[in-house]
């Protein structure tokens, strides 16, 4: 659907369009597609809400979460960590210990097909409530 398109069915300005449909596409979220014979944009997004979903997890942890662990690492790394107190310290580590261990189980996740994704997101439901219950 080209851009002009967009902005008349969702009743905006087109310049909100564009600066959406460019935010879209620095996340993968959509992407141009030439309809032959019109020299419009066209843009296009996956039907697949499982490969959306890991598109947004994907670009989520690029953004945000790897960067947090970058600078965690660099304040684990400079000469004036040491000066922090003990408590201020353990937690940096522990923070960046936690952040490193769900990055990993993240990118694990990411390499499932959608189907075993379900499943153990299911299966993870059970072990919930399981664990609730475990002394």
Known sequence: MPADEIAETLSVARSNVSNSLKELQNWNLIQIVHVMGNRKDHFST?????????????????????PT????????????????????????????????????????????????LL???KIGNKVKFLFKYLP
């Open 46 to 66: 996956s039907t697949d809400v499982w490969e959306l979903f890991k598109t947004v997890v994907r670009e989520r942890k690029e953004r945000e979460f790897d």
């Open 69 to 116: 662990i970058h600078i965690l690492k660099a304040c684990l790394d400079s000469p004036d960590f040491t000066q922090e107190s003990q408590g201020a310290q353990q937690r940096i580590e522990e923070t960046l210990a936690l952040m490193e261990s769900l990055s990993e189980w993240g990118e694990d996740m990411l390499e499932l097909d959608h189907e075993s």
């Open 119 to 121: 499943r153990l997101m």
